[in-house]
Each structure stands twice: as structure tokens, then as C-alpha cells.
């Protein structure tokens, strides 16, 4: 079964500092990875996709990386903005299956 | 498009109850499914779709039940609540298989059970 796991659960910033948030997986066989935001009471909104033959992928201010080999992806967010504050989620997509399997998250408080 | 929509938003039940989740997308996507939310213990997949009359299980589908009669909608029916069933559900839905494609979610219903 596959296990995702996300530390830490909770980090705060101050304004304007780079952050890096970190996911783990224990089955290497994975076709994609998929890193989420949430905010409270809302819904998942997609930040950014990497496949699995992908080394990493940028969006703006987001930069995700993945190491299928080690099991591991990050999430890298410069110059954090107070509007950056929500919990962040990740999610792998095991080979031949749509089906996610999620992380906890890790709720980011960036500080004015 | 509307994207991913959700209904009810909240839902309070008395336990023994039966209710229905509904979920419809307009973004004509095979891949269809549904997520429960609980603190601590991150979103697990309840019930999935692969297309129109296609359903099968996920990870936590005991006391739910799912159909999905055309593209567009795929509901969520409760047949007996329980306590336990107490979450916050969301529905998602993709383009199927080869992709890689981005996962749509929908807003979410909270549901209580009392």
C-alpha cells in the first residue's frame, strides 16, 4: 500500500523568506505526482503536476522537484507572500490508475 | 465551465438516515471519483469512476454506494449513516488514462452524523 507522508505538519514563516515543503512515498511506482493547495473550508485547488519521467516542474513562484528513487518530492515557494497561507498537500498517482493517494499536508502560516 | 460542483454544501444527518451526494462536472472527463476528508488522516478514496456505467471500489467503501448513469454525474448515496461518516467529502474528476492529466476537486459537502 502506499504511504505518503508530509513533514513537518505545520510551518510559519515571515514575509518574503524561501520555504521548502517536503513529501515522501514508499512505492516508487508511481506515473505522476500532483501537489495541491487548500484553504480552510474550501477545496483542493492544483498547483502543479510532475510525471514520473519528469525531474521537476515550475509554476510563477513554485518550483516542485521529484525523486522517484528515493522516493521524495519538494515544494519550493520563493519570497512567500501572507496570501501563500494554506495547507499544502501532495499526491501520488500509482502506474496504471487514476487513483490518488494523499499525503496529511503541512499548513503553511506565512507571517506580515 | 463551471468546473467540478457539489451538493449540499453542509448535511447534518441522524444516524439510520439515507442521503445522497450529488457530483457533476461539465469539463467531459471519463474519470470521475470521491474522497473522504478526516483530521489527521489526509483524503481517501471512497468509490471511482472510469467512465459512464463503470464503478468500482476504493480504499474505505463500506456504507456507501455509487452509479454513474452518464458522464456528467456521479452521486454518492449514504444507505444507512453512521456516526462514523462524519467528514468532509469531495468529488474529483480527470481525463482518464494514458496521461499524465490534472486531477480536478469540487468544493466539498460537510457532512455531520448525529
Known amino acids: 500500500k502506499q504511504e505518503v507522508t508530509q513533514i513537518p505538519a505545520a510551518l510559519s514563516v515571515p514575509e518574503g523568506e524561501n520555504l521548502v515543503l517536503n513529501c515522501s512515498f514508499t512505492?516508487?511506482?508511481?506515473?505522476?505526482l500532483q501537489w495541491f493547495r487548500q484553504d480552510p473550508g474550501k477545496g483542493l485547488t492544483s498547483l502543479l503536476l510532475?510525471?514520473?519521467?519528469?525531474r521537476e516542474q515550475t509554476s510563477g513562484r513554485l518550483n516542485a522537484s521529484l525523486d522517484k528513487s528515493s522516493g521524495r518530492s519538494t515544494l519550493y515557494i520563493a519570497a512567500s507572500q501572507p496570501g501563500d497561507s494554506a495547507t499544502y498537500l501532495c499526491?501520488?498517482?500509482?502506474?496504471?490508475?487514476?487513483?490518488?493517494?494523499f499525503g496529511t499536508g503541512t499548513r503553511l502560516t506565512v507571517i506580515p | 465551465n463551471a468546473g467540478v460542483t457539489q451538493t449540499p454544501k453542509f448535511q447534518v444527518l441522524k444516524t439510520g438516515q439515507s442521503m445522497t451526494l450529488q457530483c457533476a462536472q461539465d469539463?467531459?472527463?471519463?474519470?470521475m471519483s470521491w474522497y473522504r476528508q478526516d483530521p489527521g488522516m489526509g483524503l481517501r478514496l471512497i468509490h471511482y469512476?472510469?467512465?459512464?456505467?463503470?464503478?468500482d471500489q476504493g480504499e474505505v467503501p463500506n456504507g456507501y454506494n455509487v452509479s454513474r448513469s452518464t458522464t456528467e454525474d456521479f452521486p454518492l448515496r449514504l444507505l444507512s449513516a453512521a456516526p462514523s461518516q462524519t467528514s468532509v467529502y469531495f468529488c474529483?474528476?480527470?481525463?482518464?488514462?494514458?496521461?499524465?492529466?490534472?486531477?480536478?476537486f469540487g468544493p466539498g459537502t460537510r457532512l455531520t452524523v448525529t
Open positions: 474529483a474528476s480527470s481525463y482518464s488514462l494514458p496521461g499524465p492529466y490534472e486531477q480536478y
Open positions: 512505492d516508487s511506482a508511481i506515473y505522476n
Open positions: 510532475i510525471q514520473s519521467s519528469q
Open positions: 499526491a501520488v498517482m500509482k502506474t496504471g490508475a487514476n487513483n490518488l493517494f
Open positions: 469539463m467531459n472527463h471519463e474519470y
Open positions: 469512476s472510469v467512465g459512464a456505467g463503470i464503478t
